[in-house]
Structures are given as structure tokens and as C-alpha cells.
């Protein structure tokens, strides 16, 4: 623990950034909340809620190729200040829905929003390389994970107090001022040198520059391979989104209230996430040999823990298998972002984030759309599409498995 807090300590930077990014954290799950909960008061379709996890992760896929070009050509910093100011507007634009003819508003309001997010996520992750030393590098990526986790927990459980107790306007204008609160911090990073900025490109169209991108991933598979780590977990844990929801209203709600089991699965999720990449770092070292392994053993325990879900017996039981899932889920999130961030030229750094950020929504998106189809068409069982899911997990592991043995015997060779 000592060393994160001396990351915060030495580095002003990269405090700023993580304030920024705990500002904007808290703020997606007030979102989230009351996106949902304006959701169901004005409708009553369980398609509705889908339709929303669909607008959040699409943008992404769609508008990656350009936003990965924008973090390789414009100043970090500034695309990142634009994109929290724009999406506190866009924010604030949700008060204006009131009835069920709207909701087609509040879809749109999101894809604009998420749209904004895709061009911060890539800027985000290729300066953090650039203000953090290659040797913070993992401690710094461990700490945003656990960041992001504490949100989770806490930022859902303030959401949802906020939204049942004072309503959905306030919970959007709270949303907005955490964006507003996240730009200013990120306007007082002062950096050296090209810190927000990438190395010049040559004058091309955006999208002729991300095929650029593309053909860099080409030359180097394992690099490739490494950018698509999160996209073959997602087709794992990214049905939980609808998975967890049956789990909670259908098989084990407390009292008859599927929200509270809801509450605590989420919980635990953020527990999982925040402790599997502090302990596996400190068992694993930060040598990048080992951090390869660790993303092997975090698609381990992350099929382990969906098959736990699947079969479980009691609440309890599907707590475990949470937690066991969300442990490695944190860890191969943590090791192959660092592990990028280590590897990838700074001119295409932009670039090869955004390809990663949509894979991994684009196959998120696939793996919720087929655990709905597959309950609602092929009438299958919840527990039945959760194993079903165990099973590309142990298929991604062992591709994973194949992918570090292949680098490894080439590092022996030379």
C-alpha cells in the first residue's frame, strides 16, 4: 500500500489525474442509477434497460478509430478538459425528459455523452505513460483499477441513496458538477516536455492514420494480442450485466427486493476488482514475464468464479463466485493495460487504446445481447447461460495460454 501512496505523494501529475478520474467515476454511477431508475418510472419494458447498457458501449466501437487519431494528433490534456466540460452539458440536457415519449431522448443524451467518453479514454490512458515512470507504471494502473472499484461500491450505493431520496434531478445536476470537477483538476496538471502531447504525425485523414494504427498492431501479434485481453474477458463477464439482474430479482431477492441483492453483488464487485490486482502485483512482481502470467491466472479465476455463479445453491455461494470472478477480472484489466503502456510507441499509443476500448465494447455489447436473446428466444435458463459463458472462458484462457508460451519460447531464441 505504501507504494501507491508514494505515487501520490511525488507525482503532483498524476494526482490530479487520479482526483479527476475519482470525480469522474463517482459521476458514471450517479448516471447509471438514474438513467435506470427515470427508466422504470416511465416504462415498464425490461428491453428498455438493455437498450441503455447498449447506448453506453456502442459509442465507443463506433467512434474509436477518430478518437484514437485525436489522442495521437491534438494535446491530451485539452481533449480531455473538452470532453468532461461537454459532457457536463450533455449531462444537465437529461432534466429536460418528463414522459415515456422522451425516452428516446435519454437514449440519444447517452450515446452523446459515451461518445464524448470515447475520445477521453484513449487521451487518458496513452498520458498516463507519459507523466507516470515506466516503473510506477503497473502501481499506477493497479490504483486506478481499485479507484474505479471504491466507485463502484461507493458511488452506486451514494447514486442510489441520492435518487430515491431527492429524485433523478438531482442526481443528474451531481453528475454534471463531477465532470466540472473533473476538468478543473485536470487544467491544474503541469507537466515537462511533451507530456500531452504525441510524437508529430504525418497529414493524413483520421481514419487513413487509425489504419496506421492498425498495421502497427499487425507487425507485432503479441502486442495485438495483448490489446485484445479485455475484449476476450468481456465476452466472459460482459453478460453479467444482464446475468446479475436475473440472479438478484429472480432467484435470490432479499425480502422479495431484487435492487438490495443487486446493491450487494455490486459491492462485492468493487471489493473483487479493488484487492485482485494489489495482491496478484504483490505476489507476481511487476516483471513483465509475470505480469503475463497473471493475466492467464485472472482468466482462470475469472471462468472459475462465472461457473461458481452458475451453479450456485445460495446467495453466499454466488457472493464467492463474484468475488473470485471480479479478482481476476481486476487483474487482467490492471496487467494488460500496463503491460501496453510499456510496449506501445508513444506516436500510436492513442490509437492502439482506442482499438482496445473498442474491442472490449464491441464484444461486451455482443455478450449481453446474446444472454438476452438467449433467455428470451431460446428460453434458456439463467444459470444455464451463465455456464455457457464458463465455457468461452475456459476457450480465452487457453488461447491466452498458447499466446505467452509462443513469446516465450521467441524470447528464449533470441
Not at 365 to 391: E, F, H, P
Amino acid at each position: 500500500m505504501q507504494d501507491y501512496i508514494n505515487l501520490l505523494r511525488k507525482n503532483a501529475a498524476y494526482r490530479l489525474l487520479w482526483l479527476g478520474a475519482v470525480a469522474s467515476y463517482m459521476g458514471d454511477w450517479f448516471n447509471l442509477i438514474a438513467s435506470a431508475d427515470l427508466i422504470n418510472s416511465l416504462t415498464d419494458s425490461g428491453a428498455a434497460i438493455s437498450y441503455l447498457f447498449l447506448a453506453r458501449f456502442l459509442p465507443s466501437f463506433v467512434l474509436s478509430p477518430f478518437a484514437g487519431v485525436f489522442a495521437d494528433r491534438f494535446n491530451r490534456k485539452k481533449l480531455m478538459i473538452g470532453a468532461d466540460l461537454a459532457r457536463a452539458g450533455i449531462v444537465l440536457c437529461f432534466l429536460l425528459i418528463r414522459s415515456a415519449d422522451q425516452i428516446w431522448l435519454l437514449y440519444f443524451l447517452t450515446v452523446a455523452q459515451f461518445s464524448f467518453s470515447a475520445i477521453f479514454i484513449p487521451a487518458k490512458s496513452a498520458v498516463l505513460a507519459n507523466i507516470v515512470d515506466d516503473e510506477d507504471l503497473v502501481t499506477a494502473n493497479a490504483l486506478d483499477s481499485t479507484t474505479w472499484s471504491m466507485m463502484l461500491a461507493v458511488g452506486s450505493l451514494l447514486g442510489g441513496i441520492v435518487t430515491a431520496g431527492f429524485g433523478t434531478t438531482t442526481a443528474f445536476i451531481m453528475d454534471a458538477l463531477t465532470f466540472v470537477a473533473a476538468a478543473i483538476l485536470v487544467l491544474r496538471i503541469q507537466a515537462p516536455g511533451r507530456s500531452f502531447s504525441a510524437e508529430s504525425l504525418p497529414t493524413q485523414g483520421g481514419f487513413l492514420e487509425f489504419i496506421d494504427g492498425l498495421r502497427y498492431l499487425k507487425g507485432l501479434p503479441f502486442i495485438l494480442a495483448l490489446a485484445l485481453v479485455k475484449a476476450g474477458g468481456s465476452l466472459v463477464w460482459g453478460a453479467t450485466n444482464v446475468i446479475e439482474v436475473e440472479f438478484a430479482n429472480e432467484i435470490f431477492p432479499i425480502n422479495g427486493d431484487g435492487a438490495t441483492t443487486l446493491g450487494i453483488i455490486y459491492a462485492i464487485t468493487g471489493i473483487g476488482t479493488g484487492l485482485g490486482p494489489i495482491f496478484m502485483r504483490r505476489w507476481l512482481t511487476d516483471a513483465q514475464p509475470r505480469l503475463r502470467l497473471g493475466i492467464l491466472i485472472g482468466y482462470v479465476c475469472a471462468t472459475l468464479g462465472i461457473a461458481l455463479v452458475g451453479v450456485a445453491p445460495t446467495f453466499a455461494v454466488l457472493g464467492i463466485g463474484t468475488f473470485l470472478r471480479t479478482w481476476g477480472t481486476g487483474t487482467m484489466w490492471v496487467f494488460s493495460s500496463a503491460l501496453l503502456q510499456l510496449s506501445v510507441a508513444d506516436k500510436v499509443r492513442g490509437r492502439v487504446f482506442a482499438f482496445e476500448f473498442a474491442m472490449l465494447t464491441l464484444t461486451q455489447s455482443i455478450s449481453i445481447l446474446y444472454a438476452g436473446q438467449a433467455i428470451d428466444r431460446l428460453g434458456w435458463s439463467i444459470r444455464t447461460v451463465t455456464l455457457s459463458t464458463a465455457a468461452v472462458g475456459v476457450l480465452i484462457s487457453l488461447l491466452w495460454a498458447v499466446v505467452i508460451t509462443r513469446q516465450h519460447q521467441q524470447s528464449v531464441q533470441r
